[in-house]
């Protein structure tokens, strides 16, 4: 048994079966009439004794399930027709009226039911008539139904690369117009269509995407943001074409002001002063996703006099005032005010700890000052969090607040990833891995002037991470003035706040053994020495039960729950132990209290019971503020999560939208004669899926990289479409969680 794991392997699995009997090379004479083919072939010959044997048994010799239909690909005119030595030209055509594909086309035309076929398809429920040329339904059931593969077309030839792309997206098509029609457009050619299907990126899918947005957004500093995303993620070929387009869009905002201050019915018209203070927002924006408008030579430089507005001297300045002044100060003073009173006592003494640390000449000391809290799920770490990032900004200080996760990192005020907060790799990360952050970049400037970092479910972080970033904050601090001293310092002498359980998921090393995750995890790295861990142990979640009408059984019920946790946590479950032999590190739960569902699959009507269970009455409720982002169900598998989507998708009311992921041509020669359809059958975990289903008002979990303020950090969470219908490539959202809920987010 040989398994391919690339598709490269294919070739070197399938070439020996073809390539015939082993061979050596034997010398010809100069006159052919004196050859002895007899024993030429007997001397170039070898048969091995396995292969005689096959022979003389009538085995065979190889043997390809299930059986694969090759389905033919042309442009209109250029099918393949193949003639013997004695058929005539009027013969051949004759015979060869169709190919696979126009076949196809015909089958569509007569059968209904094969509308809702790809062309890859159509082999699996119809069969191939090579007499007739036409696809005739299978007369009966197939154990192992024959599957359908096109051949491959290369990528310099742009028209048929981009025809096979199209055949495995449209389903039902009746000739070749009819793939060619998108939203009742008929297109000239089959690059054009794809394009306006949103399967291949140019220019034209950014032009496409802002010329949506210009009607949806409200202001031009929230068009101006998502133009910077179009140029830093898409990289446009033709930048200047987009900016001549939408620069009037882009300084709207500037329009309107100087129309309210002159005379009412006063026309204004927007000259070069307001282009260049539009270049410098777009510069702001640029700089904050790590990028700069010099490196788009082709668009509208900034003059030297706009660009002197922030020298280097006062940026320094301008970049800490635009972080506070990011942050209401009294909603900060009254949620601080308000939490300090509900702190228990160790949550109060973790707090005043830090609380002395930051305020301990402001991050200037030289010696470490890091922190871990410690506690376990409902212990009340995000609140702790949460209150020490608003009394730090409540005071002028800034506060950063990073997460491991994406889903942790929305539930701290103005909270971001790590990795993109501090430009980490996500993969190949090893022992000397460096951040991309350049250390005059913005965001090099903000870390520089932090009095507190806050890094949330750091036990899921590899160590590499962490040792990464003490690194980067050695190598900014040593730029500043008198930060000679902070460059032997951990992490630059700033006060950083590490928190999770370490109980719960540990850092993912592909492949690792016990030894290995043990080794990547934060405790392992030198920097756990110095460390001075807080332990939060009172669950939270079960005292406010006692408080919001619980009744006597729910909070035993809850109180039984948490304890049981921790102790699985601990590995001090006894109660339950397997009794497989050799099997002690398993737990075999309690079947009268939990509802075990059956391994490696979750039956439909199990997902149905919990779904409604968590969702009651979803199509009344659906609507209501607060009702989606205060339940979720977790699922530690991802084929698990797959399914309970799919159900929810089906549930919620509305049309269904479809958006595919838009194809790029690789410079690797390589990697572009991969097949389509194999790269979008994979599906990576740390990747979104290659069709996403979405319906109107279905929640979603999104990070937006960019902000709805001039701080550069990214905003992420929740998000709902807000549209009565659904646009092609952009759709307003609006935030449903902390800190921005209720807020309209860039498109």
Same mark, same amino acid.
């Given at each position: ?146 599957? %359908?593969? @096109? ?5 310099? *030839?742009? /028209?048929? !690369?981009?025809?096979?792309? $199209?055949? =495995? #997206? ?91 201050? %002159?005379? @009412? ?5 927007? *000259?070069? /002063?307001? !282009?260049?203070?539009?270049? $410098?927002? =777009? #510069? ?464």
């Amino acid at each position: 048994m040989e398994i391919c794991s690339t598709i490269f392997e294919y070739n070197y699995l399938f070439k020996y079966p073809f390539k015939g009997p082993d061979q050596a090379g034997v010398a010809i004479p100069a006159n052919p009439n004196e050859r002895d083919e007899i024993t030429e072939y007997r001397d170039a010959r070898y048969v091995s004794p396995p292969e005689a044997m096959g022979c003389v048994f009538g085995f065979d010799t190889m043997t390809i399930s299930p059986s694969v239909e090759c389905l033919a690909v042309h442009l209109p005119g250029d099918n393949l027709v193949v003639a013997q030595e004695f058929q005539s030209i009027v013969d051949v055509t004759e015979l060869h009226k169709r190919s696979t594909l126009e076949a196809w086309f015909q089958l569509n035309e007569r059968d209904p039911a094969a509308h809702n076929l790809h062309y890859a398809e159509v082999p699996e429920h119809y069969r191939w008539d090579e007499k007739h040329y036409e696809w005739t339904p299978h007369q009966h059931r197939q154990e192992r139904p024959t599957i %359908g593969r @096109i051949y491959f077309a290369n990528p310099r *030839d742009q /028209e048929l !690369y981009s025809l096979r792309m $199209l055949l =495995l #997206e449209v389903k039902g098509a009746k000739g070749f117009e009819a793939l060619r029609t998108v939203n009742g457009i008929v297109h000239s050619t089959f690059r054009a269509a794809c394009v306006a299907c949103g399967l291949m990126r140019n220019d034209e899918e950014s032009a496409n995407c802002l010329r949506e947005a210009k009607f949806c957004v409200t202001s031009g500093k929230m068009f101006t943001a998502l133009f910077a995303t179009c140029l830093v993620y898409q990289d446009p070929a033709k930048p200047h074409a987009l900016w001549e387009e939408f620069k009037d869009t882009i300084v709207m905002d500037m329009v309107i002001r100087k129309q309210l201050q %002159g005379d @009412i019915g006063m026309e204004v018209q927007p *000259d070069e /002063e307001m !282009y260049q203070q539009g270049l $410098l927002q =777009l #510069e702001r924006y640029l700089r904050g996703m790590g990028s700069s408008i010099t490196k788009f030579p082709s668009l509208p430089q900034l003059a030297a006099q706009v660009a002197s507005n922030l020298p280097k001297a006062q940026h320094r300045v301008h970049t800490k005032q635009q972080e506070i002044d990011a942050w209401d100060a009294n909603t900060l003073e009254v949620f601080m005010q308000d939490g300090q009173q509900k702190l228990n006592v160790e949550q109060l003494q973790a707090f005043n700890k830090i609380k002395e640390a930051v305020c301990d000449d402001m991050g200037n000391r030289p010696y470490s000052r890091l922190y871990f809290v410690d506690g376990a799920g409902g212990c009340g770490k995000t609140f702790l969090y949460n209150l020490l990032l608003a009394w730090a900004r409540s005071t002028g200080k800034i506060a950063v607040a990073v997460a491991t996760s994406g889903v942790a990192a929305t539930l701290l005020m103005g909270g971001t990833t790590a990795h993109s907060r501090f430009r980490l790799p996500v993969f190949e990360l090893t022992r000397d891995t460096i951040s991309s952050m350049p250390i005059e970049s913005d965001a090099a400037l903000l870390l520089a002037q932090s009095s507190l970092i806050i890094w949330d479910e750091a036990p899921m972080a590899h160590r590499f991470l962490f040792e990464t970033v003490d690194r980067l904050l050695r190598d900014i601090m040593k730029c500043e003035e008198g930060g000679d001293r902070l460059q032997d310092v951990a992490f630059g002498g700033k006060v950083v706040v590490f928190g999770g359980d370490f109980k719960q998921c540990l850092p993912v090393v592909k492949r690792g053994t016990r030894s290995e995750i043990v080794g990547a995890c934060l405790t392992s790295s030198p920097l756990w020495q110095k460390v001075c861990v807080l332990h939060l142990t009172v669950n939270m979640r079960v005292e406010k039960m006692l408080t919001n009408g619980s009744t006597p059984q729910e909070v035993a019920a809850a109180k039984d729950f948490s304890q049981q946790l921790l102790q699985v946590g601990r590995g001090q479950l006894k109660d339950f132990d397997c009794p497989i032999q050799g099997q002690h590190n398993h737990i075999v739960l309690n079947s009268e209290k939990y509802h075990i569902l059956p391994p490696h699959h979750l039956p439909k009507e199990c997902i149905q019971q919990l779904f409604n269970a968590v969702y009651p009455d979803l199509l009344q409720n659906f609507k209501r503020d607060g009702y989606l982002t205060e339940r979720a169900i977790l699922a530690p598998i991802n084929t698990d999560v797959d399914a309970i989507n799919r159900h929810a998708l089906e549930v919620f009311p509305g049309q269904e939208y479809v958006a595919l992921s838009v194809d790029t041509l690789s410079l690797d020669e390589q990697q572009n004669n991969i097949p389509l359809e194999y790269v979008h059958s994979q599906n990576p975990a740390s990747l979104p899926p290659h069709v996403l289903r979405l319906k109107v008002g279905i929640e979603i979990t999104a990070d937006i990289a960019v902000s709805l303020t001039n701080s550069p950090y990214n905003v992420g969470g929740h998000a709902t479409f807000g549209h009565k219908e659904l646009p092609s490539r952009q759709a307003l959202q609006w935030h449903m969680s902390y800190p921005h809920k209720g807020q309209k987010a860039p498109p």
